[in-house]
């Protein structure tokens, strides 16, 4: 069984900063790629921030030079700093990994972890 422990949320006012974690154990032989991905009231899901095991990283446009994601694959760990925080910033932000297990890949989701921004 794979866990994902997702920490870092909070309110933070417009400007301000923040770092989430998400760290993965369990069953895992190797990680492909861990992701961010948020989710505001009434909206879908959708992308953030991207990083392979290889560290090469990928955003969404809206968060190109405000976010940094990066990944420690000693720890199963990845962090999210999120700097020049906006008030649309505010979400429910999911860590996700796609990994290698029992003779197969597998995707699998934290619980999330709130980040409001206020104006």
């Known amino acids: 069984q794979v866990q994902l422990v997702e920490s870092g949320g909070g309110l933070v006012q417009a400007g301000g900063s923040l770092r989430l974690s998400c760290a993965a154990s369990?069953?895992?032989?190797?990680?492909?790629?861990m992701r961010w991905y948020r989710q505001a009231p009434g909206q879908q899901r959708e992308f953030v921030a991207s990083i392979t095991s290889a560290g090469s990283t990928n955003y969404r446009d809206s968060v190109k030079g405000r976010f940094t994601i990066s990944g420690d694959n000693a720890k199963k760990t990845v962090y999210l700093q999120m700097n020049s925080l906006k008030p649309e910033d505010t979400a429910v932000y999911y860590c996700?990994?796609?990994?290698?297990?029992?003779?197969?890949?597998?995707?699998?989701w934290g619980q999330g972890t709130q980040v409001t921004v206020s104006s």
């Open positions: 369990g069953n895992i032989l190797s990680i492909v790629a």
């Open positions: 996700n990994v796609y990994y290698y297990g029992s003779g197969a890949s597998y995707d699998h």
